[in-house]
């Protein structure tokens, strides 16, 4: 990893920009902001506690499509936000960077809240890659391990 720099600092705040970024797009289901955060061949994949496999996913729109579907089916009929998951992403530890790619991990924590309370949605842990391209980080492979069961 380089040694810490004015510019280093700055790329590992706009890289948890990104990060954060894609957290609040799957909270507020936005399919545009969600496409932004990713490469154009991006790869998305993961896994649960039960070893339920997700993906590869290939390609930033097959990601976003497959976000969406996701999402729409776990909270069907709560398009109103009725159900609002809160996708809290943070302890970041930047494995590796350098000025055009980076290996970060960050931990979950996933609550939703619903008529007036709030329970556990999920929690885990993400490995995120990104790539710097034109002065903007966006992710380029994203692989979460969940701990607890979605509900």
Not at 58 to 77: L, S
Not at 101 to 115: D, G, H, I, R, Y
Request: aromatic share 8%; net charge negative.
């Amino acid at each position: 990893m380089n040694p810490v720099s004015i510019e280093s600092v700055a790329d590992r705040l706009a890289i948890m920009e990104t990060i954060s970024r894609y957290g609040h797009a799957l909270d507020f289901m936005d399919r545009d902001a969600l496409a932004d955060c990713f490469t154009e061949d991006a790869v998305n994949k993961g896994f649960t506690e039960e070893h339920h496999d997700y993906g590869p996913i290939k390609g930033r729109q097959n990601i976003v499509d497959g976000i969406m579907g996701r999402m729409d089916h776990q909270f069907e009929g709560t398009k109103d936000l009725a159900l609002q998951p809160r996708h809290c992403i943070t302890n970041f530890k930047f494995d590796e960077l350098t000025d055009n790619s980076a290996q970060v991990t960050s931990m979950l924590v996933a609550p939703a809240s619903e008529n007036h309370s709030t329970r556990m949605y999920g929690a885990g842990w993400y490995l995120h890659k990104l790539e710097k391209s034109d002065g903007v980080w966006r992710i380029s492979h994203l692989e979460w391990h969940l701990d607890l069961p979605v509900s």
